[in-house]
């Protein structure tokens, strides 16, 4: 089971840090690529308009993290999406 977390937590690092893989040209001649990025930049979306579905997946990637660090880190990754407080 710790080894579903690590992925798990592997696999949120690599939605959070999307942006910069977002900014390189898409690839035209593969739709599943393509489709994989038009999701990827809804998610991301979804993340920084809807708090609630922030905090749902929050608890759904974070919450089984047993690790302390681990569950942190998970948790300020979800934080990075939230408006900033005016």
């Known amino acids: 089971m710790q080894s579903y977390h690590a992925a798990a937590f592997a696999a949120l690092m690599t939605i959070a840090s999307s942006e910069a893989a977002l900014a390189q040209p898409m690839p035209t001649n593969d739709p599943a690529a393509m489709a994989n990025v038009r999701e990827s930049k809804e ?44």
Not at 63 to 79: K, T, V, W, Y
């Open 43 to 86: 998610y991301s979306a979804l993340l920084r308009s809807n708090p609630a579905f922030r905090k749902k997946r929050e608890a759904i990637e974070c919450g089984p993290i047993n690790d302390p660090q681990l569950r942190q880190s998970c948790i300020a990754s979800f934080e990075a999406y939230a408006a900033p407080a005016r």
